[in-house]
Structures are given as structure tokens and as C-alpha cells.
């Protein structure tokens, strides 16, 4: 069974560029998380889908962050126009469901550098 | 704010001895906590999930304890390898999904 993956593992863009990070969950999976490591920060939440729909987008930095996904499959982050702060690793993970026992399963993150 | 702190950055361990690891946090009331594996160039790997009403759990080589009272977890890998060698982050949760790490700690295991 694939587990999750991300596309582009890395990208490099430049200030005021747009970029588009996309994840595929495991199949079956209707919860899907974004997180994101910023350099030398903890790994933190940023929004979960519940099929298509956005449950929480609490932590959503700003409004330059736009996240779909297209029914209820894969989903993408798009970054607009990108900031030097938003460089870091984003992750996304999925799960059966959304109770505690549900193991979240994470993807290997896409590496973000904007300069 | 909410805090979470994980002992250290780094841990050095000789092969075969017992590692242990600690996340304390503050101004926080999980339901539950959690223990994950990342090696380099991958995402987080779920290893152990303790509940707040659990003292201990124990999956194979590894022992996580949970004190409510210290707000604090730790995390013990005995019989340590050298495939023991990763990032252990610590992750809490007062609700169901969304989860709050610690920086993690990055243990190797010299042979």
C-alpha cells in the first residue's frame, strides 16, 4: 500500500513567487493534515480536511495560504505571494478518521526555500 | 502560551545501553500524548500513544510513562542500536486530530 506522498520534494522560489505544494493521501484516508517546520522550530499544525472540506484552519498563518482538495482526494497548498519567513518543511499527514486512536501517517514534506 | 520542551537537542548513547528521553510541558492539559520517530528526508512516524489516564506503555524495546501531576513524559529505548539513531519528538493533543510537537530530540547510538 503507497503511503502518503508529496510533490515537490523541494522548491526553490523566489520572494513574491507563487508556489503550489501537493499532497496525495492514502487511499481511503478522508482526514488530511497540513503542518509545517520552519527552521529551527517545532513542527506545527496548520489545517485539517475532512474529505473535501476544511475542519480547522486555526493554524493558517495568514491569508496568503490557500488550501483545497478536490474531492476529497489530493489536496494542495498554495503559497501566494511567498515570503522569506514561509521557507520550511511542510508536511502533510492522513488518517482513517479523527479520533485519537486513528494514527495519523505523514508524508516526507516538501522542503521550501524562498529567497 | 502553551510549551512543550524536550530535554535536549542531542543524546549520545553507546550500543546496548538504555536511552531516555523527557518532554515536559506547560500551560497545557492533553488528552493524550504521543511519541514519533523521523529520520532524515521523511516525515514524522507514529511509535507510542499514552492516555492521560495511563502511567505506562510499552511496544517491544521501547517504555513511555506519562505524570499529569510533573507534566511530563519520558520516553525509554533499552537495549539501544545503532538503527535506534533518529529524531524522537514528543506530540500533544487535547482534542482529537490536532497535534502540538516539541523541537525533538536527536538520539545516536555509537556501535
Known amino acids: 500500500e503507497a503511503g502518503v506522498t508529496q510533490f515537490p520534494s523541494h522548491s526553490v522560489i523566489e520572494k513574491g513567487q507563487t508556489v503550489t505544494l501537493r499532497c496525495d493521501p492514502i487511499?481511503?484516508?478522508?482526514?488530511l493534515y497540513w503542518y509545517r517546520r520552519v527552521m529551527g522550530k517545532e513542527i506545527k499544525f496548520l489545517l485539517h480536511f475532512v474529505k473535501e472540506s476544511k475542519q480547522d484552519e486555526s493554524g493558517m498563518p495568514n491569508n496568503r495560504f490557500l488550501a483545497e482538495r478536490t474531492g476529497g482526494t489530493y489536496s494542495t497548498l498554495k503559497v501566494q505571494p511567498a515570503e522569506l519567513e514561509d521557507s520550511g518543511v511542510y508536511f502533510c499527514?492522513?488518517?482513517?478518521?479523527?479520533?485519537?486512536?486513528?494514527?495519523?501517517?505523514f508524508g516526507p514534506g516538501t522542503r521550501l526555500t524562498v529567497l | 502560551s502553551q510549551k512543550i520542551e524536550q530535554n535536549s537537542e542531542a543524546l549520545n548513547i553507546q550500543e546496548g545501553k538504555t536511552a531516555t528521553l523527557t518532554c515536559n510541558y506547560t500551560?497545557?492539559?492533553?488528552?493524550?500524548l504521543q511519541w514519533y520517530r523521523q529520520d532524515p528526508g521523511r516525515g514524522p512516524v507514529f511509535l507510542l500513544l499514552?492516555?492521560?489516564?495511563?502511567k505506562e506503555k510499552r511496544k517491544e524495546r521501547l517504555k513511555v510513562t506519562f505524570d499529569t501531576t510533573l507534566k511530563q513524559s519520558l520516553f525509554h529505548i533499552t537495549a539501544s542500536q545503532p538503527a535506534d539513531s533518529a529524531t524522537y519528538l514528543c506530540a500533544l493533543s487535547s482534542n482529537d486530530y490536532k497535534l502540538s510537537f516539541g523541537a525533538g530530540t536527536t538520539v545516536t547510538v555509537r556501535a
Open positions: 499514552i492516555r492521560e489516564n495511563e
Open positions: 500551560n497545557y492539559s492533553p488528552a493524550y
Open positions: 499527514a492522513s488518517s482513517l478518521g479523527q479520533t485519537y486512536y486513528n494514527e495519523q501517517f
Open positions: 487511499s481511503g484516508h478522508d482526514n
